[in-house]
Structure formats: structure tokens, C-alpha cells
């Protein structure tokens, strides 16, 4: 178990008097994520739950109950009527269970298209389970290897239990004083919440990396094409102060952000294509994976694998990109892909 300190809590007021406090948790082993404490509303209202693992939801409760004593807050964990889950990671979500309990039954809401991702989540699992070995499959994974990747992707959820949802939030909707607005890519029901000149961007947005995209053959509204029409929705936002992540540091400069993102994903495509020109025979996912990021390990070799594919993916929609082995795939059920540059 890690025993990295974590960052201090931090306090933000928006233009409008809502007050934030950051809550910092250790996630996953080495991996930081933030939920949000907003007061100032109708009711108090926890936005995101860590992953309860490991310790992740005996950080947050003790971030909350820390707030009474550093900052003066009248406040116990039992006030808290509302949990906002900005969209359907387990790093996010995971500890949802643990602030039922700790609340005594805060009311529920994310976005419809990750709702069953909290009511039917044993469901869930085997579906999204099923969708990754097909595509794991057609980026040329088989045998050992497979089952790894397979293990890796499952050994996070497998403390996470299906629970309710009270509510439910659409593109534009305003409760209480927090606008939403639907940014899938990341994540089918991805939301960022706006607090008069504070932007909640969860994983949408971060500072220092570009947020992980996956195909959309494996999860529907997640994939590149997502990701740039939820980046140009954002970019249209006026009078944004300061955008908080659910990992990483404030974003002070939002549309430079953006802009920088924009820019990397630009070159990412035209090394996947330079990839193809030069390559002497047709390439699959794997080797697509390999070339991009030849340097990853563990986890992360999964990573790599959704997002090269998600970078596939949008190029082949876009008419970039031919599959090269089309009698495989007539003879096969599901062939390793490969593929050349138009």
C-alpha cells in the first residue's frame, strides 16, 4: 500500500459566493484524484467519490471532516444531501457506496448515459468486458496476453457494487446553481459543471496530460470524434476563471488549454499516419500501439492499446485509413485488423 502524502486541501470561492473544497485522495496507489465539497447551494453537495479503494474513502472522510476545524465549516458528513457523479470511471464512483453510508442517503445524479453504470454495474462489467476482449482481438492481442490485459482491466472493479440513482442531468440543464454540460469522449456521460466563473471539468480537461480516449467499438460516445466536439464546446465558454480538474493542478489559462490539447491531438494523428506511410506492410492496433508509445508497461499498455485504436478509429471513419486484409475479415468472426494509409 502507498503511503504518499497527500496534497493539502484547498479552498476556491466563486464570483456568485459558492465556496469549493478540493478534497484530495489517493485513488489507486500513486494516483491522486479530487472530489469537490460545494457549499453555498441549497444543500450540501459532494461531487465525485473517489474509488474506494484502499484507503481513497477513509481520505475523503477525513478531508470532510477536517473542513469544521481548518476552515470553521458547521459542517458533518451527515449534511451532505447531494452527490453529483461527473461521469462513470470507478476512480470517480468507486467510493459511492462508502458516502451512502457515511451521509445516510445523500440524493444521486449523473448524466443519463452513465446511469447504469451505477444501477447495473455487475452488468455493466461483463458487457464492457466482453466489448474489450472482441477489440483486444482485433488489435491483433491473443492467448496469455489477452487474459493479462483482461485481469488488468478488471482487478479495480472488483470491489464496486451496483447502487441507486435519484436523479438525472441533461446538456445545459441548470440545478441549484450548477450548469451542466455534456463533454463525452473521456466517458460517455462526462459532464463539467460550470459555478458562475469556476469550471468543474473533471477529467474532460487537466492540466498536464491529455485525458485517456478509448474506440467507441468498445463504448459508445467515447472516441476522438467525442472528445474534439466536447474540447470545441468548451472553448466557446466565456468568463471561466479558473477550471478545476479531478486530477492534477488548476487550469488558470482554460482556452490555452484547450488550444494546447487541440494541437497535441493534431500531432498524434499525423504520426499514426506517418507511421503507416512507412511502415513496408499493413499494421494492426498492436503494432500501431507499439510504434506510438514504445515505452509503457502494465497498466498502461492498455491504455495505449484503447487509445491508438481511438486514433485509428477516427481516421478510418474520416476515410484516412483502408483495411487491408478484407478476405480475413469475410472468412473470419473476428480477425486481427490491419491496416494501410490512403
Same mark, same amino acid.
Request: overall charge negative.
Given at each position: ?11 476556491y470561492r466563486s464570483a456568485g459566493g459558492v465556496t469549493l473544497y478540493r478534497l484530495p485522495m489517493e ?44 476552515y470553521g465549516e458547521a459542517l458533518s458528513i451527515t449534511d451532505i444531501g447531494r452527490i453529483i457523479i ?148 468548451? %472553448?466557446?465558454? #466565456?468568463?471561466?476563471?479558473?477550471? !478545476? ?7 488558470? =489559462?482554460? $482556452? /490555452? ?19 503507416? %506511410?512507412?511502415? #513496408?506492410?499493413?499494421?494492426?492496433? !498492436? ?7 514504445? =515505452?509503457? $508497461? /502494465? ?44
Amino acid at each position: 500500500m502507498s503511503t504518499q502524502t497527500l496534497p493539502a486541501i484547498q479552498q476556491y470561492r466563486s464570483a456568485g459566493g459558492v465556496t469549493l473544497y478540493r478534497l484530495p485522495m489517493e485513488v489507486f496507489p500513486g494516483f491522486i484524484g479530487y472530489a469537490y465539497l460545494v457549499l453555498g447551494l441549497s444543500v450540501p453537495t459532494l461531487i465525485d467519490t473517489g474509488s474506494g479503494y484502499l484507503s481513497s474513502s477513509d481520505h475523503l472522510e477525513q478531508g470532510i471532516a477536517t473542513l469544521r476545524d481548518h476552515y470553521g465549516e458547521a459542517l458533518s458528513i451527515t449534511d451532505i444531501g447531494r452527490i453529483i457523479i461527473t461521469h462513470g470511471h470507478v476512480d470517480h464512483f468507486g467510493g459511492l457506496a462508502d458516502m451512502l453510508r457515511a451521509t445516510g442517503g445523500a440524493q444521486v445524479g449523473i448524466h443519463p448515459l452513465d446511469k447504469r453504470v451505477l444501477t447495473h454495474y455487475e452488468e455493466r462489467v461483463v458487457v464492457a468486458t466482453k466489448n474489450l476482449t472482441i477489440y483486444l482481438k482485433r488489435a491483433g492481442i491473443e492467448g496469455q496476453r489477452l487474459h493479462d490485459l483482461l485481469d488488468m482491466y478488471g482487478f479495480s472493479k472488483q470491489h464496486v457494487r451496483s447502487v441507486k440513482v435519484d436523479f438525472t442531468f441533461e446538456d445545459g440543464e441548470n440545478i441549484d446553481g450548477m450548469q451542466f454540460w455534456h463533454v463525452p469522449g473521456h466517458c460517455s456521460g462526462q459532464v463539467a459543471i460550470r459555478f458562475d466563473d469556476i469550471l468543474l471539468s473533471a477529467d474532460h480537461i487537466l492540466s498536464h496530460t491529455s485525458p485517456h480516449v478509448a474506440a467507441e467499438s468498445i463504448t459508445h460516445y467515447t472516441g476522438l470524434g467525442h472528445y474534439l466536439e466536447s474540447l470545441r464546446k468548451v %472553448r466557446q465558454f #466565456e468568463g471561466i476563471r479558473l477550471t !478545476l480538474g479531478g486530477h492534477e493542478d488548476p487550469i488558470d =489559462d482554460l $482556452h /490555452g488549454r484547450i488550444d494546447y490539447l487541440q494541437m497535441r491531438i493534431d500531432q498524434k494523428l499525423e504520426r499514426l499516419l506517418d507511421i503507416l %506511410r512507412d511502415a #513496408e506492410t499493413p499494421l494492426s492496433v !498492436l503494432q500501431i500501439s507499439k510504434a506510438m508509445y514504445p =515505452d509503457k $508497461h /502494465g497498466f498502461n499498455v492498455l491504455l495505449a492499446l484503447q487509445e491508438a485504436g481511438a486514433y485509428v478509429e477516427y481516421l478510418y471513419e474520416r476515410g484516412h485509413l483502408s483495411v487491408a486484409n478484407l478476405r480475413d475479415v469475410e472468412s473470419s468472426d473476428n480477425p486481427t485488423l490491419l491496416y494501410s494509409a490512403l
